[in-house]
Every structure is written in structure tokens, then in C-alpha cells.
């Protein structure tokens, strides 16, 4: 196995979160991170993996890169297009073996908040009114395993979320399971700093592993409550040269990767896709017939 050398964070948080999917799971994914991160497990070790998505797509093979859940692309060579509904009444009946979700604040026990910051204030009145659940709380509640993702910040690692978008363990051991929740709960929380995971008995988050260059130091110093430390504290893996050259050819102008997308125009919206179609359709030709992406 050969590592890359030249990568960036995002390329590692791809990596990271596409090592998280295992070959035939059904994985419940968005765009940006999360999505490269599933169309890299397929072109790499997980062949065989199902990706659906929000608009009521199963199974699709996207030749171009997806913007928003609304796009074409995500309905681009799927085994089946429903409709949203149906596909949110198959995660409640724990058809899904992933979920990845992210918020605006995550707490020791995984849940996570992307509806109100409070702060101080009151639910009707709060500092900050936030999206909401969308999805999140279905695929929290029923998917087998959810994959959170969220960068490190003060505010964000707090010891108790201000309101509940999306279970995790709720206050910690069988809380879950009485709360009749019949997903398994989040596996992992992936950072730009560590990955976080979570203890069998108390269900509280602990580190893991440690990006190359972070210090677990500077990790406790953005998160509010006593974080716990693996006895077995890791390095994280860094991506492969295999990895790294299939990220960027599922993104060739660095939308997510490189924060593309404030600068894309109409036209070179229009080229991208264009070009994408043929590259990455030819590295799923590849992958089919020659079990290897590497020469995408």
C-alpha cells in the first residue's frame, strides 16, 4: 500500500469517511464530503455498496459531480428513482446500514443539533434560528450505524446540545434503546482534527485517533466537556495514492475539495459536466471490468 504524500484535509476526510462503508451496505449519503467519500468506497473497496439519496434515488452511479440533492446526477444510472417518501419509509424501517449526517453542534453522547442555538435565550426567542432536521432525525433514529461529520470548534463540541435534531445516545448506555430508537447509533464523529468514537458500555465519545499534525491537546482545547482518550490513541490513516487520484477525479475543479464552488460560473458549471461525464464514466467502465480505478 502506497500513501499519499501531497494530500489535503478534505482528501483525508474523504478517505476517512469512505473507510467507514463496507462492501454491499446500503449507505444513506448527501453531497460534498460525505458523497465523495461513498464514490470513492465503490471505485475502491466497496464494489458493491448502494448509495441512496434524498430526492428518492437508489443506487445511482453519478457521472458528474452532484450539487444538491435536487440534480439530475443523482438519479444518473440508479437502480430505482422513487420518491422521497418511500425512501424515507424504507430508512424507518431500517433498510439503511449508513446514514452520515452533520449539525451545528454535536455533544459527548453524539446528538446532534442543527435547529436552534439557544444561548441563554429561549427556544421561541434563540440567538440563531438553524435549517433544521430535513432527513437528519430520520436517519439518526433508524439507519444501523450514522457517520457524523463535523469540523472542530468550541462552539460546536459542547457538553449538551441545545436542542435534539438528531439522536445520538442521548444521555449515555441504554438511553437509546428505551427511547425505542431502532437504529444502532453513531459509530464515529469525523473531524478536521480527530476521529471520535464511542465507548460499548457509556456510550460517550472518545478519541481515537488523531489527524497527522494535531496534537491531542489542541483537540481537548475545543471541546467543552472532559474528552476521554483511547489508551490506544492512533495515528489516522492517512489516504492512499489510489485514493487521493480517485478524489480528485470524482472532483476535477475542487468544489468541495478546494472551495470551487463560490467561484463557479454558469459556463464553467456547464463545462464541468461535460468534461466529468467522460472521465468519470470511463472510471466506472474500469472499475467494472478491470476490478481498478488506478488509472483514471
Not at 459527548?108 to 432536521?133: A, C, E, W
Not at 442521548?170 to 478536521?192: F, M, S, V
Not at 470551487?260 to 468519470?280: A, C, K, P, Q
Request: proline residues 4%.
Amino acid at each position: 500500500m502506497v500513501y499519499a504524500t501531497d494530500y489535503t484535509l478534505a482528501e483525508l476526510l474523504v478517505a476517512t469517511a469512505a473507510r467507514e462503508i463496507k462492501d454491499g451496505d446500503v449507505v444513506f449519503v448527501g453531497v460534498g464530503i460525505p458523497g465523495l467519500g461513498a464514490g470513492l468506497a465503490r471505485l475502491t473497496h466497496a464494489p458493491n455498496m448502494i448509495m441512496a439519496m434524498e430526492c428518492g434515488s437508489i443506487g445511482s452511479q453519478a457521472y458528474r459531480l452532484v450539487l444538491g440533492i435536487g440534480d439530475n446526477a443523482c438519479v444518473e444510472n440508479a437502480i430505482c428513482n422513487t420518491s422521497l417518501w418511500r425512501l424515507f419509509s424504507d430508512q424507518q424501517r431500517g433498510y439503511f446500514d449508513v446514514g452520515m449526517v452533520g449539525g451545528a453542534q454535536v455533544d459527548k453522547y453524539g446528538n446532534l443539533n442543527s435547529t436552534v442555538i439557544i444561548d441563554n435565550r429561549s427556544y421561541q426567542q434563540p440567538k440563531t434560528r438553524l435549517p433544521g432536521s430535513g432527513g437528519a432525525n430520520d436517519i439518526a433514529s433508524s439507519a444501523r450505524k450514522t457517520i457524523l461529520m463535523i469540523n472542530m470548534q468550541a462552539r460546536r463540541f459542547i457538553e449538551k446540545v441545545d436542542y435534539i435534531t438528531s439522536p445520538g445516545y442521548l444521555d449515555g448506555y441504554d438511553a437509546r434503546e428505551r427511547a425505542g430508537l431502532p437504529g444502532g447509533g453513531p459509530a464515529a464523529i469525523i473531524t478536521d482534527k480527530c476521529i471520535m468514537r464511542f465507548c460499548p458500555v457509556t456510550k460517550e465519545a472518545y478519541v481515537a485517533s488523531v489527524h497527522p499534525g494535531v496534537t491531542i491537546e489542541e483537540v481537548k482545547s475545543l471541546v467543552s466537556w472532559n474528552l476521554k482518550v483511547s489508551p490506544d490513541l492512533q495515528k489516522t490513516e492517512p489516504p492512499t495514492a489510489e485514493q487521493v487520484k480517485i478524489t480528485r477525479t470524482l472532483d476535477p475543479e475542487g468544489i468541495y475539495l478546494r472551495g470551487g464552488l463560490r467561484n463557479l460560473t454558469f459556463d464553467r458549471y456547464i463545462e464541468m459536466l461535460e468534461n466529468s461525464r467522460d472521465v468519470l464514466s470511463k472510471a466506472f467502465m474500469k472499475k467494472l471490468y478491470n476490478g481498478s480505478a488506478d488509472r483514471c
